[in-house]
T-cell receptor, first 117, second 114 residues
Framework: ETGVTQSPTHLIKTRGQQVTLRCSSQ?????VSWYQQALGQGPQFIFQYYREEENGRGNFPPRFSGLQFPNYSSELNVNALELDDSALYLC????????????????FGAGTRLSVL | AQSVTQLDSQVPVFEEAPVELRCNYSSSVSVYLFWYVQYPNQGLQLLLK????STLVKGINGFEAEFNKSQTSFHLRKPSVHISDTAEYFCAVTSMDSNYQLIWGAGTKLIIKP
């Protein structure tokens, strides 16, 4: 148990729809990172939030957006879903502090499996 | 751009035999290296990490890894595997090159044969 919870665990959507995935970070953690893991591949970094501000973004289009709330929980929103968005979406939390983010261990949730039909 | 290569997509090995999972990275600056394990239908769990100091790093479940700067490698080893080690193993690296975001390998499936 990492203390990072994601909801829902599974989701089925159709092309063109919008989806919101949620993540509760481990107590005391102020940094949340989101990853997309397609079947048979490693995780791909989507973006990271540190103290409610975006702190880096991977190579994903603007229809992937996020939020971090004052309690450091986070949402990932995907608009205009495409078939290729089908994947496991992983959230990781860490205690990031400026200047030492690289050394902070990321604790992962079990993920949300999104299927786009 | 920084990258991580896990040369083997699958490694079959007999129970109680030793195993090595290979990981190579590309970077021109100081790196921090990680191995994570993903059991079926679960998230990622940290096995071990290299930040600085001794190049031989010990992790959970009897795993260890050695950082080799000259060969830009961080291979994972276990002297005797158990059926419960069946999982997918991911190597990841972070550094100033990646703006301190984790860059992941494609993963290696460890298959334990009875």
């Amino acid at each position: 148990e990492t203390g990072v919870t994601q909801s829902p665990t599974h989701l089925i959507k159709t092309r063109g729809q919008q989806v919101t995935l949620r993540c509760s970070s481990q107590s005391g953690h102020n940094t949340v990172s989101w990853y997309q893991q397609a079947l048979g591949q490693g995780p791909q970094f989507i973006f990271q939030y540190y103290r409610e501000e975006e702190n880096g973004r991977g190579n994903f289009p603007p229809r992937f957006s996020g939020l971090q709330f004052p309690n450091y929980s986070s949402e990932l929103n995907v608009n205009a879903l495409e078939l290729d968005d089908s994947a496991l979406y992983l959230c990781a939390s860490s205690l990031g502090t400026s200047g030492s983010l690289a050394k902070n261990i990321q604790y992962f949730g079990a993920g949300t499996r999104l299927s786009v039909l | 751009a920084q990258s991580v290569t896990q040369l083997d997509s699958q490694v079959p090995v007999f129970e109680e035999a030793p195993v090595e999972l290979r990981c190579n990275y590309s970077s021109s600056v100081s790196v921090y290296l990680f191995w994570y394990v993903q059991y079926p239908n679960q998230g990622l769990q940290l096995l071990l990490k290299y930040l600085s100091g001794s190049t031989l790093v010990k992790g959970i479940n009897g795993f260890e890894a050695e950082f080799n700067k000259s060969q830009t490698s961080f291979h994972l080893r276990k002297p005797s595997v158990h059926i419960s080690d069946t999982a997918e193993y991911f190597c990841a690296v972070t550094s100033m090159d990646s703006n301190y975001q984790l860059i992941w390998g494609a993963g290696t499936k460890l298959i334990i044969k009875p």
